[in-house]
């Protein structure tokens, strides 16, 4: 029996009690009933608060009502005992075979064990990393990469619509900066005070020098060569971000061009539509939006006093864009130099009239800085970049899996520090290492067990009944309401630290049970019961790794 099960179970004799007329309460005043798993071993197998949430509005106290309830519950199959404990708790222990058909349930499911349709029918707009095309992707923005595509994973398998987006940030004064320095490399020269630097900068030039032959950059005048720098540099570098990516496990539905948003005249059309809501008015020379209005700390220029758009306008145009494109809800997952960008953001979100925060048309979640160390000391810079650390030196130290797992265990609103030793370990001491061991394993397991007839056929649930095994059985149960936790609060690190859980309840168990027979002793049902309590281990940490874009090894 699954949580849901059971609190779907629960639900059924409140509305039983009702109809026997020994409790009254309308439809509207029942809560979602929610069942969880006691700290205390003794307290039984799950306990839930429903007697307490509902007492007031059927009109009595609430150990009244849990005992009410509790008498009804006591005729379920699968209930082996209801106990009240407390202001109105009820503790519900579960017969051996109710909980252990939980495993059958998770090895028939497979990869559909914790997916839901919570999210059906939503369209999500998520855009994550989004780092200029003036250079490799910084290890900041490799978070957003591993947080991002591990947050679209986990909503796609809650029911949700998932646009992954990138925003290619290809106008404004940036790759001004970009396409000068590669000049400045191409002619020998130092690049200017605000250009680029970093072996990738020389790279680039020769590889566009190499790639167009028939220009002479030499010979153009400055601001021709500097034009075709522009054109030619910037796709080259774009390529190797997304090649980048790509060996990070990150792809994108949509990469979206900013300058497309002025070729287009949507950002005219997106003040159009501010001017004719009232929204926007004309100072001292410029133009500006009333953000103030909803919720902005001061009003925002739009168009300054020399006629030229301001960044903010672009990022108008470009919500209301997502918004056109079908999307019901825009998630932004920013870096923490936007922190002072979510007021403005919401305002003008709030401006054309629609919903701004958790769960609404726009949301913007902040990542916070990573540091890396090596030998306890801070990774300062990357020969490659030159004044950063890039993806690709944790790539290259870690490994993907090690990267994309040491990005995501912790909650992204939380500066990170990663110690390269200690994740590149195959230790117990390396979260990432410990799990996917765990997975390796239960295959190693399943195989051996293969090899000794244990079969996963004639599954008799109620012998998983050990300490052990209930204890495993509870937290592979706990998966569902964790995924869909990880998608309502947008936190892809709670997958981890749980698969962390489910590995170490797997070891334990491991240690207790033997799935295949000693040498001398026959094949019986609890043996293929163990093994199907085995596989389902494995299938949850399966699912888990692949929520995170992490490989699930069967031998290591």
Not at 224 to 243: D, P, S
Not at 263 to 278: D, F, I, N
Not at 505 to 512: I, L, P
Not at 532 to 545: E, I, K, R, S
């Amino acid at each position: 029996m699954t949580p849901e099960e059971l609190a779907e179970l629960i639900a059924k004799s409140l509305h039983q009690v009702r109809a026997n007329k020994e409790i009254t309460f309308a439809d509207t005043d029942m809560p979602a009933v929610r069942v969880e798993r006691p700290r205390a071993r003794a307290h039984g197998d799950w306990s839930t608060n429903i007697a307490m949430q509902l007492a007031k509005k059927a009109g009595l106290a609430p150990r009244d009502l849990a005992e009410i309830l509790a008498a009804e519950l006591r005729k379920e199959s699968g209930i082996a005992k209801v106990e009240v404990a407390g202001p109105g708790f009820l503790n519900i222990y579960l017969q051996a075979a109710a909980a252990g058909e939980l495993a059958r349930s998770i090895v028939e499911a497979g990869a559909a064990y914790g997916t839901s349709t919570a999210n059906k029918g939503q369209k999500i707009n998520l855009e994550y990393v989004s780092a200029n095309p003036t250079g490799p992707i910084h290890i900041g923005g490799a978070r957003w990469a591993a947080v991002g595509d591990s947050l679209a994973r986990i909503l796609a398998a809650t029911g949700a619509e998932v646009v992954r987006e990138y925003y290619f940030n290809d106008h404004g004064a940036q790759i001004d900066r970009f396409s000068s320095s590669l000049l400045a490399r191409s002619r020998g020269e130092e690049v200017p005070a605000d250009g680029y630097g970093g072996e990738y900068i020389s790279n680039i030039a020769a590889q566009v020098q190499a790639e167009h032959p028939e220009v002479d950059f030499a010979g153009l005048p400055r601001e021709k060569a500097q034009e075709l720098f522009r054109k030619y540099g910037v796709a080259q570098m774009f390529a190797e971000i997304k090649k980048e990516l790509i060996d990070f496990r990150v792809e994108f539905d949509v990469y979206f061009h900013e300058d497309s948003l002025y070729s287009s005249g949507e950002v005219e059309e997106a003040l159009k539509q501010l001017r004719e809501r009232g929204a926007l008015y004309e100072k001292d020379g410029a133009t500006w939006v009333r953000t103030k209005e909803f919720g902005d700390d001061k009003d925002r220029v739009v168009i300054k006093t020399n006629g030229e758009t301001a960044y903010f306008t672009g990022d108008i145009a470009y919500y209301l864009n997502k918004r056109r494109r079908g999307s019901d809800c825009a998630i932004y997952l920013l870096g923490a130099d936007h922190h002072g960008y979510i007021g403005r953001m919401y305002a003008m979100a709030r401006a054309f009239g629609d919903e701004a925060g958790s769960g609404k048309n726009m949301e913007i979640l902040i990542g916070q800085l990573v540091n890396l160390l090596q030998d306890g000391e801070p990774v300062r810079m990357s020969k490659r970049a030159g004044n950063v650390v890039v993806l690709s030196d944790l790539v290259e130290a870690a490994g993907v899996d090690a990267a994309r797992y040491s990005l995501v265990r912790s909650a992204m609103d939380t500066p990170l520090e990663i110690d390269l030793a200690l994740i590149s370990a195959h230790t117990n001491d390396n979260p990432v290492y410990y799990v996917q061991y765990a997975h390796a394993r239960i295959c190693s397991v399943a195989r051996n067990a293969q090899e000794h007839g244990v079969e996963r056929r004639d599954f008799d649930p109620a012998l998983l009944n050990t300490q052990a095994d209930k204890d495993l059985l509870a937290t592979l149960a706990r998966y569902p309401e964790v995924v869909a936790q990880a998608a309502e609060l947008r936190e892809p690190h709670r997958i981890a630290r749980y698969i962390e859980e489910v590995a170490g309840a797997y070891h334990a168990w491991y240690g207790k049970s033997r799935v295949t027979p000693r040498a001398s002793d026959p094949v019986t049902a609890t043996h293929r019961a163990r093994l199907w309590l085995n596989d389902a281990a494995g299938q949850v940490l399966a699912n888990g790794l692949q929520l995170l874009g992490v490989a699930a090894p069967q031998q290591m």
